[in-house]
């Protein structure tokens, strides 16, 4: 049994307009217009002086359950969408273990779905710790990166990307949030740039996501009525009133509160809403949610889970 014992967020205090980060990226006016009054975007998080070991380590200082229990983690795990996401030699997750004091952890990353690897690092982490019988034994999964480069920033027509962190510590024994289902599936003739390849994954972008997350309940042996909450990445607003309407599904049950404030934070996005849904008492025990996300490449993936 897979599950989440405890998640903790965090978000930078400085905040960037869209329009700012538009201009850094040289958008038009016109598209700077679309982001906000079309996607939902107003503002993004951005730690300028920061390190992506700095957001991870931010990120884990809020994970209180993770005290004293230190020597129960046996991997800590980065997951992450870009696959270098810091200057050779610099190793953040590596730095991360080793500033916790989990030398004895096995630290390894993983980018195989871009930002729809936090789920397979849940899912993965899961099953290790399952086979290594170890009733007692944890993972830390970290997400969150630095918005460095121009490509880092955006993702073209679609998000503007922010700054955010979410630590995940996994386990098998915890009743808390138990794993019930999860699914992903890899559509990977959009992993080549083309703007014919653009087109068609726009066009097939909801009915793929609308897939996975009725994918993802029907191994939990659930359908969309048992669901209180869809908790998303936040890529844009608009999007998931498409996969809303193609559901079926109240759009007001899908966790869409971050998106103006925070922008896409790559992997950490469904933690960070779960985060923030908690803070704010929307989640009530025996609810069922879903996690759901889609990574470039392209991978939607979608988990289930009761609180």
Not at 78 to 94: D, F, G, L
Not at 273 to 284: E, H, K
Not at 294 to 302: E, H, I, K
């Amino acid at each position: 049994m897979t599950s989440l014992e405890a998640v903790a967020a965090y978000l930078p205090a400085h905040r960037v307009p869209i329009e700012r980060v538009g201009e850094e990226l040289g958008l038009a006016p016109a598209e700077i217009k679309v982001f906000r009054r079309f996607f939902g975007l107003a503002e993004i998080c951005r730690e300028p002086d920061g390190t992506v070991t700095d957001l991870l380590m931010a990120t884990v200082d809020k994970l209180d359950a993770l005290r004293g229990r230190e020597q129960h983690v046996r991997y800590v795990v980065q997951a992450r969408t870009m696959p270098v996401v810091a200057p050779y030699p610099v190793n953040p997750v590596h730095d991360v273990r080793d500033a916790l004091g989990l030398e004895h952890a096995t630290a390894f990353a993983l980018t195989h779905h871009a930002c729809a690897s936090g789920l397979l690092a849940v899912d993965l982490c899961g099953k290790m710790l399952a086979a290594d019988g170890d009733p007692d034994a944890l993972a830390l999964v970290l997400t969150g990166e630095k918005t460095y480069t121009e490509a880092a920033r955006t993702v073209p027509g679609t998000a503007i990307n922010g700054e955010g962190g979410a630590a995940v510590l996994v386990g098998t024994r915890d009743e808390r949030d138990v794993v019930l289902g999860y699914a992903a599936r890899t559509h990977g003739r959009f992993n080549a740039v083309a703007d014919e390849l653009t087109a068609e994954f726009q066009q097939v972008y909801t009915e793929a996501l609308a897939e996975v997350m009725l994918a993802a309940l029907d191994t939990a042996g659930l359908g969309l009525d048992d669901v209180a909450w869809v908790f998303p990445h936040n890529v844009n607003r608009i999007s998931w009133e498409r996969v809303a309407r193609r559901l079926g599904f109240p759009l007001d049950r899908i966790f869409l509160d971050n998106v103006p404030v925070t922008g896409h934070c790559f992997c950490a996005d469904p933690f960070i809403n779960y985060r923030t849904a908690r803070d704010l008492g929307r989640l009530a025990p025996g609810d069922r949610y879903l996690l759901a996300t889609v990574g470039l490449g392209a991978t939607f993936s979608a988990m289930v889970l009761e609180h």
